[in-house]
């Protein structure tokens, strides 16, 4: 029943910065776990970074620590990804993605993904 959709993807030049949204809808307590993963072409889906709605604890892949930023609004339902000084290696389709927990979406465990919105980095 839980529904992601995603919004904010686009082309940007390298060091810029994009937002990208995720609406979600008909989470439950046992969806806790929250995040996004991406896609580069050629490349198997990866982790990028997730939080617990229940406790806010993150998670981020080492490749975008002190670049990207994972936050929600709450009253929104909305999760966002901040990605700031973009790279070239950035660029890829970016899922938004939903499982039990954090710790599990984060080993790839997901039970439910967005539709995917691509970024695209230029250099």
């Known amino acids: 029943q839980v529904q992601l959709v995603e919004s904010g993807g686009g082309l940007v030049q390298a060091g810029g910065s994009l937002r990208l949204s995720c609406a979600t809808s008909g989470r439950t307590f046992s969806t806790d776990g929250m995040g996004w993963f991406r896609q580069a072409p050629g490349k198997e889906r990866e982790f990028v970074a997730a939080f617990s709605w229940s406790v806010g604890s993150t998670s981020y892949a080492d490749s975008v620590v002190g670049r990207f930023t994972i936050s929600r609004d709450n009253a929104k339902n909305t999760v966002y990804l901040q990605m700031n000084s973009l790279k070239a290696e950035d660029t890829a389709v970016y899922y938004c993605?939903?499982?039990?927990?954090?710790?599990?979406?984060?080993?790839?465990?997901?039970?439910?993904w967005g539709q995917g919105s691509q970024v695209t980095v230029s250099s």
């Open positions: 993605a939903a499982g039990r927990t954090r710790a599990v979406v984060v080993g790839g465990t997901v039970d439910y």
